[in-house]
């Protein structure tokens, strides 16, 4: 016998359009959708309370941390000895943000979500729904505490510090440091004090890190995804699309990014510790709910808690039961037809139909037209 293994035969055209058909279909709610829902989500609940209950107190402290006023320690050149702005770097004039931080956070976690959510037409899977939203959760929850930890204790001066500060005219050589020409910002400025305090926290970038964590997040879950069918390697015909969807999470995180290099509101370096903390949660983030994240045989599968798995697991039997009972009433409606009998396919419909509604002796109407039948094959 020959090693060498025929390759696995790929879906049709008309094969993933009925799986799509068919995926679609599911949307619509049934008598049993909610009720299935309900328990899975129940049980999911159960489950992961007390990392949910983490994430909002995560949550919390990052937005208690964030409310705190900044008392920046930083020095900063104002003028060199001649008189000249010493430090261009700061001089930037102040622009608006292409995109605010609400909305950087908005497009962070919705957009990835609903992704995910569309994705379902085709694995409809819950546990891997909830897996991977809380993945996401876990991401961005821990990625803005991060962040904002830094921003507040460490920060910086942004690009446009000196034209929100407006420092008032100062002496030469009247500040600190080498021939006295740094100070700090509550001794010169004289702007609006909410601008100033914005303007030292430069780094690092939070809208990179919810950009990374969350678009990240959502590049990784494309990637492990749409090779869960693969087998033995073989790449596809449409193999480049795969990679293009991979890198659009990326395009949209690094546009994100670089506006706010763009409209002088963070250095280059601010964008890009950012932008390593948000990959970084987001790798945690998806290697915590699943099972790996380099082994293609396994990153794809999600960590299933106890109480989900058995409901889990309690559907999928009740299912089989009622396939196969269908597939018995359909083997005995056409044995019926096999066999010819007269009214033997309306009989055996009534009979069964008798039968479920828990009623065991049959009606009399029901034993005098299978008595004539009888006497019938008898002739």
């Known amino acids: 016998m020959s090693d060498i293994q025929s390759p696995p035969i790929k879906p049709s055209r008309a094969q993933l359009s009925a799986h799509l058909y068919q995926s679609l279909s599911d949307l619509i709610p049934r008598k049993t959708t909610f009720r299935r829902l309900g328990r899975y989500s129940r049980a999911f609940f159960l489950d992961h309370w007390p990392d949910l209950l983490v994430v909002l107190l995560v949550t919390a402290v990052a937005g208690a941390v964030f409310l705190i006023p900044t008392r920046s320690p930083l020095l900063f050149p104002l003028l060199d000895p001649t008189g000249a702005v010493y430090n261009p770097s700061l001089a930037y004039p102040y622009r608006p943000a292409i995109f605010s931080s609400l909305t950087a956070g908005l497009l962070g976690s919705l957009v990835p979500l609903g992704a995910i959510l569309i994705s379902q037409l085709i694995i409809r899977s819950f546990a891997d729904f909830s897996a991977a939203t ?5 991401a961005l929850a821990t990625g803005t505490l991060f962040q904002v930890i830094l921003k507040k204790t460490i920060g910086g001066l942004r690009p446009h ?30 702007g609006s004090p909410g601008e100033i305090e914005w303007g030292v926290q430069s780094f690092p970038s939070g809208h990179s890190e919810i950009a990374f964590a969350g678009f990240g997040y959502l590049a990784i879950y494309f990637f492990t995804h749409l090779h869960r069918n693969d087998h033995g390697g073989r790449v596809g015909k449409l193999g480049f699309w795969r990679m293009l969807l991979v890198l659009m999470p990326i395009l949209f995180a690094t546009y994100i990014s670089s506006t706010l ?62 396939e196969q009972e269908q597939e018995q009433e359909q083997d005995e409606i056409e044995l019926d037809h096999r066999h010819g ?7 055996g419909d009534v009979e069964r139909a008798w039968r479920r509604s828990g009623w065991s002796p049959p009606p009399p109407s029901l034993n005098r037209r299978g008595s004539e039948s009888t006497q019938n094959r008898e002739r």
């Not at 559907?315 to 089989?320: G, L, N, P």
């Not at 009998?341 to 009989?347: F, L, M, N, S, Y």
């Open 341 to 347: 009998v007269d009214g033997a396919d309306d009989t």
């Open 161 to 190: 510090f000196l034209a929100v500060c407006k420092p008032r005219p100062v002496p030469l050589g009247s500040g600190v440091g080498f021939n006295g020409i740094m100070y700090r910002a509550q001794d010169v400025c004289t």
């Open 261 to 322: 290099w763009l409209s002088y509101h963070h250095h280059a370096s601010d964008c890009l510790a950012g932008a390593a903390i948000g990959i970084l949660t987001a790798l945690l983030g998806f290697r915590t709910t699943y099972r790996s994240l380099a082994d293609g045989t396994r990153n794809w599968k999600p960590r299933v808690g106890r109480r989900l798995k058995s409901a889990l697991e309690r559907e999928r039997e009740e299912q089989t039961t009622a």
């Open 134 to 138: 809380l993945g996401l959760f876990y």
